[in-house]
């Protein structure tokens, strides 16, 4: 894969991002929070997202169809507050949680999973936000994660989790042109394929908490 510092921009220079812009693509799931899809749809309620009769047919269908959440998100995603939506597990999450032996999902393994997975996104922001290539912040994710799980960090889902989070990050502008234009065709699929999240699946709901609605959902970097 080439090096966007070895693609032809011309006199345009993207810069790599750092801080809050170049986090890693790795979303925790909602459960990680301590947030259950009762307490999001109690909460769209409220806010007048979602109708008295909605809330209470979402929330006898959670758990039981598939289908019930996938609606909800839908709704909430158009609403004025979209960060309301229930965010699931990713397949490269469960896949990861699998070789970990974490699965079945059970309330007994259930803080070794949270713990996996935030430390797994800590580690992955860190080195998003390094002023460094590519290949350096790859090499510090995975030296951290093996210091934290051992042999683990070598596990072929760990190295596809850092490739897909960490191989392109995002660019800052620093001038009026769109570097898209002039990125070449296989790189350019290459940051689509990137930027697909999949499909989410729900998780079971996690009860308590001790911080507020708006605090769980606000967003990372505006924390």
């Known amino acids: 894969m080439a090096e966007i510092s070895d693609t032809p921009f011309g006199d345009f220079k993207p810069k790599s991002a750092t801080g809050p ?10 459960f990680t929070k301590g947030i259950s899809p009762q307490l999001l749809i109690d909460n769209a309620r409220s806010q007048g997202i979602i109708t008295k009769e909605q809330q209470a047919d979402f929330k006898s269908r959670v758990g039981k169809d598939r289908t019930a959440l996938q609606e909800f998100n839908e709704i909430v995603k158009k609403s004025k507050n979209p960060n309301l939506q229930y965010r699931g597990i ?10 970990k032996k974490l699965f079945p999902m059970t309330a007994a393994n259930k803080t070794a999973r949270i713990n996996l997975l935030k430390t797994t996104k800590t580690f992955l922001d860190e080195a998003s936000a390094m002023d460094a290539t590519t290949d350096v912040k790859q090499k510090t994710f995975l ?6 799980f051992g042999d683990f960090a070598d596990n072929p889902v ?3 989790i850092t490739q897909n989070a960490l191989k392109i990050l995002a660019f800052i502008p620093s001038g009026p042109l769109d570097a898209l234009e002039f990125m070449p065709k296989d790189l350019m699929l290459q940051l689509q394929e990137g930027m697909n999240m999949g499909d989410m699946q729900p ?4 009860k308590g ?13 505006s924390r």
Do not use: C, N, Y
Not at 203 to 206: F, H, K, S, T, Y
Not at 209 to 221: A, T, Y
């Open 21 to 30: 812009a170049g986090a890693s693509r790795f979303e925790l799931p909602s």
């Open 90 to 99: 990713t397949p490269e999450q469960l896949e990861m949680i699998k070789e």
């Open 143 to 148: 030296d951290q994660m093996r210091k934290a």
């Open 158 to 160: 760990v190295k596809k």
């Open 203 to 206: 998780e079971e709901a996690a």
């Open 209 to 221: 908490g001790i911080m507020s609605i708006d605090e769980m959902i606000r967003p990372v970097g």
